[in-house]
């Protein structure tokens, strides 16, 4: 299709089928799939799939796919020229039901995402950073020092990090920028880039396998820049289900989540054993039932057996199955 002076809606067209056919994963030239698979390109798919349908909720609300996809994409209009391939955007976002938003719109830029737990000392925020390379920002939650706001969108500020940098460049098919796992993670030297295809797979394993359907209504309870919050977010987001978020007091509180998963009727859950564990406790002494729930999904720690054994007696979710996916996924 070709332009001219005299039909300059076809200027427009033409950008908006090109934006399009990048955003599904579609090469506009060739009209076949691109080689590549990337978790932006998934929430694109999913949201032009779903786009009324509720894709988020918190306390202050709802979001629906449609309504975070714009967003995402204004972050991502936002963010061009300043950031790209090889490059890493910091995430500094409440669990919130636009956080994922912003972990999309760095994504579509191309650049790799180093999420920021706001709770974190600045110290350890500036080490990760400039370990990273992170030129720019995008923070619901202030800014650091010398910082530079330059625009606003969603509740987000995008800012610029002074010229500190080291320079650092990452892989195409780097995702996140996760803090290292285990010990204190101030002390690491480095972060551990996260491939897209690390967090799909994870995804393309375990959903199929619960049968997991539109109607679902996920949990999501852990930090971003964690790995079990990576796959617990973009396991429902990226299948047209909805997530609802745990804020930190309730996460904290096992009475209190037992009391959101009865009221938001959550059907899966991913938790920790150990936090697991107070949850099933506080379920068994509040007699909380969680007659919704259809499986939970327990990894990264060794599973309390004893703990498992009580949830069952106490019947607090009679159709829920309970899961291993610390590997290969187990019924347990």
């Keep these: 299709m070709n332009a001219t002076p005299d039909h300059p809606e076809l200027d427009q067209l033409t950008a908006d089928l090109a934006a399009l056919h990048g955003r599904i994963g579609l090469d506009p030239a ?19 799939r779903h786009p009324a349908r509720v894709c988020t909720r918190d306390t202050t609300g709802q979001s629906t ?6 967003l995402a994409d204004d972050i991502a209009r936002r963010l061009s020229g300043r950031t790209g391939p ?23 830029t191309g650049a ?19 370990d990273a390379g992170v030129e720019m920002v995008i923070s619901d939650s202030g800014l650091l020092r010398d910082e530079i706001p330059l625009a606003k969108t969603g509740g987000f500020v995008i800012a610029a990090r002074p010229e500190t940098a080291t320079g650092r460049t990452t ?16 002390r690491a030297l480095t972060v551990r880039p ?26 999501y309870f852990h930090s971003l820049s964690l790995d079990l919050g990576m796959r617990e977010i973009w396991a429902p987001l990226l299948r047209g289900a909805h997530a609802v978020v745990v804020d930190r007091d309730t996460a904290g509180d096992a009475r209190a989540f037992a009391r959101l998963l009865a009221e938001h009727q959550v059907t899966v859950v991913t938790q ?21 729930l259809r499986h939970v999904l327990l990894c990264d720690e060794p599973v309390d057996t004893a703990a498992l054994a009580e949830w069952r007696d106490a019947r607090t979710a009679p159709q829920a199955l309970v899961w291993d996916v610390s590997g290969p996924p187990t019924v347990l």
Aim: a positive charge; proline letters at 9%; glycine letters at 8%.
């Design 272 to 292: 920790l054993p150990s936090a697991f564990a107070r949850l099933a406790a506080a379920a068994r002494a509040s007699r909380t039932g969680l007659p919704a």
């Design 86 to 108: 090889g490059s890493a955007v910091a995430v500094r976002a409440r669990r919130s039901r636009t956080a994922p938003a912003a972990v999309v719109g760095a994504m579509r």
């Design 30 to 48: 060739a009209g076949r799939p691109a080689r590549q698979d990337r978790i932006d390109i998934r929430f694109a798919a999913a949201a032009a």
């Design 112 to 130: 790799a995402v180093l999420p920021l737990e706001p709770g974190h000392n600045a110290g350890l925020q500036e080490h990760l950073m400039r």
């Design 65 to 70: 796919y449609l309504e975070l996809d714009w």
């Design 194 to 219: 996260v491939p897209h295809r690390d967090v799909l797979a994870w995804v393309d394993a375990v959903v199929p396998m619960l049968e997991s359907r539109p109607d679902d209504v996920w949990t």
């Design 171 to 186: 892989g195409p098919d780097t995702a996140f920028l996760a803090l290292p796992a285990g010990g204190d993670p101030g």
